[in-house]
Structures are given as C-alpha cells and as structure tokens.
C-alpha cells in the first residue's frame, strides 16, 4: 500500500506527499559521534517520495545492503506553498503537522560514498529509507523551539533530543531551505537527528516519542 500522511486522529491529509527535504548534522553531539565536523552552513539534502513508508505497523529494511542506522528525527509537514523569502510568520502558517520520523541510512555505503567525495543518494534514498509517523496539528506545539524527541529500542532509550538544541533551529531552516528548494503542500522537512543513532536489526521493537504527547509503536521487519 503506498504511503498517504495521516493526522494520528486516522484522518487523511488531503494533499499528496511531495519530497522530503533534509539538513544533516543538524546536532553537534551527533556530528562528533560520527566524526563530521560541524558544518558552518546547513548541510541539505532531499530523499524522494518514492521511499517513504508508514511507521504503522512495522517497516522493512534491506539487511543484504550492510548496517542500516536509525537517525530520529522531528518531521514537519508543510500545507501551503512557500515563497522564496518566507517570513517567520508564512512559515509558521505553512506548517500543517509535526510527527517523529526515523531518517534511514546504510552507514557503511555512506562511509564508501563519502571517502570517494561522492553524493549519498545511494545510502539514503532507498525505499523504506523515510519512515514517517502520523502527524500531530501544527498548533500542538505554540513553540517550536522546544519539541523533544526520544527513540527507545528493545526497552532501552537510544536517542532523546530536543529542537532547541539544533544548530539550525526549525523557522530558520525552513526559510533557508525555502530559498534553495520550492517549498510545497506535502513536502515533509526532516530536522536532523540527536546524538545515539546506532544499528537496526530485524525483530526491534522501537517506540518514537514527539514532545511527550505523541507515542507510536512499532517494529523492524
């Protein structure tokens, strides 16, 4: 069954899904877990639609591809179309939803891509690369500049972040990302991820958690 953004009520979106428009170490403690330096501009990159799967009911990931690394990370959903040099308050009005999200990644195919100076497409824009929760209204969250963030595994808390701690915080990127990309209904901004990102295995059992309100259940096929 393809992909269709729900809010967590079950109720469709009405816009299609668009692309999904990432910043990568968006987090300092993450880029020194992996050795990045920090960059001193966003770091952008977009995976397509085309690997965007529901984290309902479990998700699949490609076990003969080498180690696939979960990275939590808070999704936004953009309803409207945004110009090129939005303001705060046109992004803000843009935003339909917020959902915690898992931005896959087969690490050992990123670390061969990235010791040539090649792009990472290959490593992070697979199918099943994007796994998406349903989405909580906008409005859940007055301030965006503090959302957290927490994957738990098998019992065990793995990752527990929040948006203040993002290099990038989430208005300013959006406008940066705007003036780089257009920005349109259905397109879904991944944050960047907090430091613990580390290996899946198929059988874990994982529980993504937004802002204490929003937790979701699932597991790796």
């Given at each position: 069954m393809s992909y269709q953004h729900k809010y967590v009520d079950g109720t469709n979106i009405h816009f299609p899904?668009?692309?999904?428009?990432?910043i990568g170490r968006n987090y300092a403690e993450h880029a020194k877990e992996l050795d990045n330096p920090v960059p001193t501009e966003p770091l952008l990159f977009i995976k397509p639609g085309s690997c965007v799967v529901a984290l309902e009911g479990g998700f699949a990931i490609p076990t003969?591809?080498?180690?696939?690394?979960?990275?939590a990370e808070i999704a936004v959903l953009i309803?409207?179309?945004?110009?090129t040099k939005p303001s705060r308050e046109e992004v803000l009005d843009a935003i339909s939803g917020f959902a915690p999200a898992l931005d896959l990644t087969l690490r050992d195919k990123q670390a061969e891509l990235k010791a040539k100076g090649l792009p990472w497409?290959?490593?992070?824009?697979?199918d099943g690369a994007a796994v998406i929760a349903p989405f909580v209204v906008g409005s859940t969250f007055p301030d965006v500049t503090d959302i957290s963030i927490r994957l738990t595994i098998n019992g065990e808390v793995r990752q527990d972040g929040n948006s203040?701690?993002?290099?990038?915080?989430?208005?300013?990127?959006?406008?940066?990302m705007a003036g780089c990309f257009s920005l349109q209904a259905g397109d879904v901004i991944l944050t960047g991820t907090p430091a613990g990102v580390g290996p899946l295995n198929v059988g874990d059992e994982l529980v993504l958690?937004?802002?204490?309100?929003?937790r979701f259940e699932s597991s790796v096929r």
């Open positions: 899904l668009g692309k999904v428009v990432c003969e591809r080498g180690s696939v690394h979960y990275e309803g409207k179309p945004l110009s497409e290959i490593a992070k824009s697979f203040s701690q993002m290099l990038n915080p989430i208005i300013p990127m959006i406008q940066h958690e937004l802002g204490g309100g929003s």
